[in-house]
C-alpha cells in the first residue's frame, strides 16, 4: 500500500461528458502529479501540485483541468470526454517541490469512455 | 528531449532463469535513473534508482548499473520468480524540466 488514494476506482461514462477523479497523498506529502496510462501513449506525465500551487505541466489538454486544495488532496476534471480519453489515471505524491523521480502511484481511475 | 528507450515485451522466461530488459536514455546533462514495476491491478512503485555514473541500484534481487558511455541502464535479475511477473518501466527525472519521463513499459511473464 503506498498512502495515496484514488476514487473512484473505476468509471464510465460517455462522449462528451465531464467527470472528476480524485486523490489523496500520502500522509506528509505535499507535491501531487497526475499520469495518464493509455495502451498507445503509454505513460504520459499532466500536471504536477505543491502545496496548492501549479508546479509543472506536461501534456495536458486544454478540454483537463486539475486543482490542489489546502487539505492536499487534488481533483483532475476532464471535460468534452472523447473515446480517446479512456485511460488509466494515476495520481502520485512526493514530498517535495522538486521531482525526485521517487514518486508514490497510487492504483489508479480507469475510465472508460463510450 | 530527453527521453527513454525500452526493448519491446512482452518478455516470457521460466523460472530461475536470468532476466535482461534494456533500458537506453537520451538526456542533456546528468539526469538521475530508476525502474519501477507495475504489479497486475496496481500503481507503479519505485523498484531502484541510479542518481550518477557507475552507481548501481539494487532491491529484491534486481539490478541495475547506470552506464553513462552506453546511456544505458539495463535491468537484471539472476533468477526470476513467477510473482516477477509484472511490467517494468525505466525513467529518468529530467533535471531541467523537473519532470519524470518514463519508457513504454516491458512486460515480463515467468511461468513455473
Known amino acids: 500500500d503506498s498512502g495515496v488514494t484514488q476514487t473512484p476506482k473505476h468509471l464510465i461514462t460517455a462522449t462528451g461528458q465531464r467527470v472528476t477523479l480524485r486523490c489523496s497523498p500520502r500522509s506528509g506529502d505535499l507535491s501531487v502529479y497526475w499520469y495518464q496510462q493509455s495502451l498507445d501513449q503509454g505513460l504520459q506525465f499532466l500536471i504536477q501540485?505543491?502545496?496548492?500551487?501549479?508546479?509543472a505541466k506536461g501534456n495536458i489538454l486544454e478540454r483537463f483541468s486539475a486543482q490542489q486544495f489546502p487539505d492536499l488532496h487534488s481533483e483532475l476534471n476532464l471535460s468534452s470526454l472523447e473515446l480517446g480519453d479512456s485511460a488509466l489515471y494515476f495520481c502520485?505524491?512526493?514530498?517535495?517541490?522538486?521531482?525526485?523521480?521517487?514518486?508514490?502511484f497510487g492504483e489508479g481511475s480507469r475510465l472508460t469512455v463510450l | 528531449g530527453n527521453s527513454v528507450t525500452q526493448m519491446e515485451g512482452p518478455v516470457t522466461l521460466s523460472e530461475e532463469a536470468f532476466l535482461t530488459i534494456n533500458c537506453t536514455y537520451t538526456a542533456t546533462g546528468y539526469p538521475s535513473l530508476f525502474w519501477y514495476v507495475q504489479y497486475p491491478g496496481e500503481g507503479l512503485q519505485l523498484l531502484l534508482k541510479?542518481?550518477?555514473?557507475?552507481d548501481k541500484g539494487s532491491n529484491k534481487g534486481f539490478e541495475a548499473t547506470y552506464r553513462k558511455e552506453t546511456t544505458s541502464f539495463h535491468l537484471e535479475k539472476g533468477s526470476v520468480q513467477v510473482s516477477d511477473s509484472a511490467v517494468y518501466f525505466c525513467?529518468?527525472?529530467?533535471?531541467?524540466?523537473?519532470?519524470?519521463?518514463f519508457g513504454t513499459g516491458t512486460r515480463l511473464q515467468v511461468f513455473p
Open positions: 502520485a505524491s512526493s514530498v517535495g517541490p522538486q521531482n525526485t523521480g521517487e514518486l508514490f
Open positions: 525513467a529518468l527525472s529530467d533535471r531541467g524540466t523537473d519532470k519524470l519521463i
Open positions: 501540485y505543491y502545496n496548492g500551487e501549479e508546479r
Open positions: 541510479a542518481t550518477k555514473a557507475d
